[in-house]
């Protein structure tokens, strides 16, 4: 296992700004998150896949977010007119419920998103 | 809803001390807990895990028992290092009444190390 990739590691970008970040999971996993952390917080739950079914969003992931896992394997997540406040670190993890109901998340090393 | 709940830090200690971190929660059901740490700049990795009462998890001399009496599942090491140096988080799961299994966190707990 490579382990849990995202891309790009950091991104700068002005307010109003579209940003689309990237998630590789583990090879096979059929479970991948999102979260969101901001400074000095533990990570929020967003959203989350099962193969390419997006199956519950939190309330935290307003309509300007958007993430798509199309085939069941990457994942995109999107922010459409990047506001200040989402300035964060952008969290993937991903888990294979094959291992049984209470399965182990692992995370890739984030996405810094500042928005100017 | 599930919570869980940290010591508040920076904890500041020396090198070979012994280390406490306290993590409580609540939760409606039958919780999975975990440790995971994160270096500066970096993601989460995980540190040890729990699935069930009285389950010691333990990893790199780090300890954690969990504790359904008292809802807890603190974190210790009997000697720290510098290279310990981290934020480490307490997460649980709730599975049996989440079906997307997804973390709720605590808030983070700095440790810092001093040779």
Known sequence: ?116 | GDSVTQMEGPVTLSEEAFLTINCTYTATGYPSLFWYVQYPGEGLQLLLKATKADDKGSNKGFEATYRKETTSFHLEKGSVQVSDSAVYFCALSDPVNNAGNMLTFGGGTRLMVKP
């Not at chain 1, 590691?9 to 999102?34: A, M």
């Not at chain 1, 294979?96 to 182990?104: A, D, H, L, W, Y």
């Open chain 1, 1 to 116: 296992d490579t382990g849990v990739s995202q891309d790009p590691r950091h991104k700068i970008t002005k307010r109003g700004q579209n940003v689309t970040f990237r998630c590789d999971p583990i090879s096979e996993h059929n479970r991948l998150y999102w979260y969101r952390q901001t400074l000095g917080q533990g990570p929020e739950f967003l959203t989350y896949f099962q193969n390419e079914a997006q199956l519950e969003k939190s309330r935290l992931l307003s309509d300007r977010f958007s993430a798509e896992r199309p085939k069941g394997s990457f994942s995109t997540l999107e922010i459409q007119r990047t506001e200040q406040g989402d300035s964060a670190m952008y969290l993937c993890a991903s888990s294979s419920i094959q291992g049984g109901v209470r399965e182990t998340q692992y995370f890739g090393p984030g996405t810094r998103l500042l928005v100017l």
